[in-house]
């Protein structure tokens, strides 16, 4: 499982696009990228998750690198409801979570 | 579809007490995962199981053990409690095969070691 990095917090306005960075310089050509995310008081929840290719999907898109030593979430309009951490993971088999970022929204 | 379910919601022991907790997979998924999360802390892998057995494990002592019943629920017990071992429990649910399609976890289980 590859080792991520994430900045601990960041802030956005809402109905602004945010770009959530993460460094995973270790990840192996089959490990793929997660984003999960989890709200206060809840269980983390899928976010997005990708190979190689950018992905989209309806809550996000996912921006990989080409070397894949880096990948973005992509939240287009943020909404107060997106206030979450955000955790990276790069893997094959169990999902490893780090500290992710927090973010935060203001209205 | 109930999604992942856990129980209890909530529950209080003391120190050197054991307890188990209870996880009921999504529709349809062989795989359930736990994990310990610490107040601001990220999630921590415990272990995983399939085929009811245990595939693999995390950094945590033999005093966490767990068991996966033929219709793929899993309990998780912990023996011997200690204070640090307060914490939310949550239980993933996905598929053995699982990288192309997402896990998905239940709202935990807080539990409090007094």
């Known amino acids: 499982d590859a080792k991520t990095t994430q900045p601990n917090s960041m802030e956005s306005n809402e109905e602004e696009p945010v770009h959530l960075p993460c460094n995973h310089s270790t990840i192996s050509g089959t490990d793929y990228i997660h984003w999960y995310r989890q709200l206060p008081s809840q269980g983390p929840e899928y976010v997005i998750h990708g190979l190689t290719s950018n992905v989209n999907n309806r809550m996000a898109s996912l921006a990989i690198a080409e070397d894949r030593k880096s990948s973005t979430l992509i939240l287009h309009r943020a909404t107060l409801r997106d206030a979450a951490v955000y955790y990276c993971i790069g893997s094959q088999g169990n999902l490893i979570f780090g500290k992710g970022t927090k973010l935060s929204v203001k209205p | 579809d109930a999604g992942v379910t856990q129980s209890p919601t909530h529950l209080i022991k003391t120190r050197g007490q054991q307890v188990t907790l209870r996880c009921s997979p999504k529709?349809?998924?062989?795989?359930v995962s736990w994990y310990q999360q610490a107040l601001g802390q990220g999630p921590q892998f415990i272990f995983q199981y399939y085929e009811e057995e245990e595939r693999q494990r995390g950094n945590f002592p033999d005093r966490f053990s767990g068991h996966q019943f033929p219709n793929y629920s899993s309990e998780l017990n912990v023996n011997a409690l200690l204070l640090g071992d307060s914490a939310l429990y949550l239980c993933?649910?996905?598929?053995?095969?699982?990288?192309?399609?997402?896990?998905?976890f239940g709202q935990g289980t807080r539990l409090t070691v007094v």
């Open positions: 993933a649910s996905s598929l053995v095969n699982w990288q192309g399609t997402e896990a998905f």
């Open positions: 529709s349809g998924h062989d795989t």
